[in-house]
């Protein structure tokens, strides 16, 4: 392996950033430190010499022999970052990736609509430091609309860090192998609820970790290998998912049969998809549906996490009572739709993927209809014996 120069100081020019707190600053990786569940923390690891480069507003770099840096997230609690990096030189540089990235669900993860109706809701900073992880407390910060930005992901300890080394360009790049596993995504898609419960709020990357694709990171399929107009091979940015039905549907594999001349059973199980599905916000769910030849429609199956409401002297806890969503290893879910009366062939059945139920539609002032998706659908034109 080469030795490599790694690490650099990114310094505005125009403001000179604040010292970093003694909490975050760059520090020797411990000896097999335990890593929380809720919230990963990991190290950088390189080759070659231990070198802190700081990068001036000319360009230059000048050497400040620093400490390993340590992992730092944005995640679901506070992580001390002291002051954002501006978002903008990294645009400037590597406009096509950026150009994927605008309009993506990490970019605007602030501003996206669903999240800003409940958000007005519940302003809490649990949600704020996921989803506008650069941005302060002030509700008039501009750096809340990049989201989930390059820098978020790419500048630690106020160095920049990549899956593999390099030394080209403007810039050093520390090898950060974490990055290429599924553990990198953990900070913010596997955290507790603001009051601990035997179930965690959101728990994707303990999904796949049970999936039957646990052995494939998630960069494999929400960051997939392309070819940039020089040949050269990366890793996409536009983290595609909602509002891509055919993308969501790939992750199911689902089949139709009738029971009898009133009930109808739709089986659905994980295909290529490493969690659970839905996965992610506790309020995502499936729907399935079917109507007959002349229009009736059976009772609907939700296929969700299922909570109860626990009052406290501190306010309300929603606590999980139910999982029934499609589970990630691959065994099946089946809903069995019901008719009032007995149908008449052929029924037409469907899967609907939903971001919440209509009770929270209503009190976020959510348009469920228009954000739905059909993800999967058939047909069953006689009765199974």
């Given at each position: 392996?080469?030795?490599?120069?790694?690490?650099?100081?990114?310094?505005?020019?125009?403001?000179?950033?604040?010292?970093?707190?003694?909490?975050?600053?760059?520090?020797?990786?411990?000896?097999?430190?335990?890593?929380?569940?809720?919230?990963?923390?990991?190290?950088?690891?390189?080759?070659?010499?231990?070198?802190?480069?700081?990068?001036?507003?000319?360009?230059?770099?000048?050497?400040?022999?620093?400490?390993k840096?340590?992992?730092?997230?944005?995640?679901?609690?506070?992580?001390?970052?002291?002051?954002?990096?501006?978002?903008?030189?990294?645009?400037?540089?590597?406009?096509?990736?950026?150009?994927?990235?605008?309009?993506?669900?990490?970019?605007?993860?602030?501003d996206?609509?669903?999240?800003?109706?409940?958000?007005?809701?519940?302003?809490?900073?649990?949600?704020r430091?996921?989803?506008?992880?650069?941005?302060?407390?002030?509700?008039?910060?501009p750096?809340?609309?990049?989201?989930v930005?390059?820098?978020?992901?790419?500048?630690?300890?106020?160095?920049?860090?990549?899956?593999?080394?390099?030394?080209?360009?403007?810039?050093?790049?520390?090898?950060?192998?974490?990055?290429?596993?599924?553990?990198?995504?953990?900070?913010?898609?596997?955290?507790?609820f603001?009051?601990?419960?035997?179930?965690?709020?959101?728990?994707?990357?303990?999904?796949?970790?049970?999936?039957?694709?646990?052995?494939?990171p998630?960069?494999?399929?929400?960051?997939?290998?392309?070819?940039?107009?020089?040949?050269?091979?990366?890793?996409?940015?536009?983290?595609?998912?909602?509002?891509?039905?055919?993308?969501?549907?790939?992750?199911?594999?689902?089949?139709?049969?009738?029971?009898?001349?009133?009930?109808?059973?739709?089986?659905?199980?994980?295909?290529?998809?490493?969690?659970?599905?839905?996965?992610?916000?506790?309020?995502?769910?499936?729907?399935?549906?079917?109507?007959?030849?002349?229009?009736?429609?059976?009772?609907?199956?939700?296929?969700?996490?299922?909570?109860?409401?626990?009052?406290?002297?501190?306010?309300?806890?929603?606590?999980?009572?139910?999982?029934?969503?499609?589970?990630?290893?691959?065994?099946?879910?089946?809903?069995?739709?019901?008719?009032?009366?007995?149908?008449?062939?052929?029924?037409?059945?469907?899967?609907?993927?939903?971001?919440?139920?209509?009770?929270?539609?209503?009190?976020?002032?959510?348009?469920?209809e228009?954000?739905?998706?059909?993800?999967?659908?058939?047909?069953?034109?006689?009765?199974?014996?």
């Open positions: 392996m080469v030795a490599l120069p790694v690490g650099h100081e990114l310094e505005s020019c125009h403001q000179r950033r604040r010292t970093v707190p003694e909490n975050v600053r760059p520090q020797a990786e411990p000896q097999e430190r335990p890593a929380s569940k809720s919230r990963v923390r990991r190290g950088v690891s390189f080759a070659g010499a231990t070198v802190s480069l700081a990068l001036s507003c000319t360009g230059e770099i000048h050497s400040t022999a620093p400490e840096p340590a992992r730092v997230r944005p995640g679901p609690a506070p992580q001390g970052r002291p002051d954002a990096v501006s978002n903008a030189s990294c645009v400037r540089c590597h406009a096509d990736i950026a150009a994927e990235w605008s309009g993506s669900l990490h970019q605007r993860a602030w996206d609509p669903t999240f800003l109706a409940a958000y007005a809701v519940e302003p809490l900073p649990f949600c430091n996921c989803h506008a992880p650069e941005a302060s407390d002030d509700e008039a910060d750096r809340r609309h990049e989201g930005s390059c820098v978020t992901c790419h500048v630690l300890s106020r160095r920049v860090v990549g899956p593999r080394p390099s030394r080209n360009g403007p810039h050093p790049v520390l090898a950060a192998p974490d990055m290429a596993t599924s553990e990198w995504c953990g900070g913010c898609h596997e955290f507790d603001p009051r601990p419960q035997a179930a965690k709020m959101q728990r994707t990357v303990s999904e796949h970790a049970a999936s039957q694709h646990a052995e494939r998630c960069q494999t399929c929400h960051m997939p290998v392309a070819t940039d107009r020089l040949g050269r091979t990366y890793r996409r940015h536009d983290f595609r998912v909602q509002g891509n039905p055919a993308f969501i549907g790939k992750a199911l594999s689902v089949t139709g049969r009738t029971i009898d001349d009133r009930r109808v059973e739709v089986s659905l199980r994980a295909a290529a998809v490493g969690h659970a599905v839905p996965t992610g916000d506790l309020y995502r769910r499936l729907v399935v549906r079917a109507v007959d030849a002349e229009g009736q429609a059976a009772r609907p199956v939700v296929l969700s996490r299922r909570f109860v409401r626990v009052d406290h002297a501190d306010g309300p806890e929603r606590r999980e009572v139910a999982d029934e969503r499609v589970p990630a290893s691959g065994a099946p879910r089946h809903a069995e739709l019901f008719f009032f009366s007995p149908f008449v062939l052929p029924v037409h059945w469907e899967v609907a993927y939903q971001r919440m139920g209509p009770v929270e539609a209503a009190v976020f002032g959510f348009d469920l228009a954000d739905e998706s059909v993800v999967a659908k058939g047909v069953l034109t006689e009765e199974d014996p």
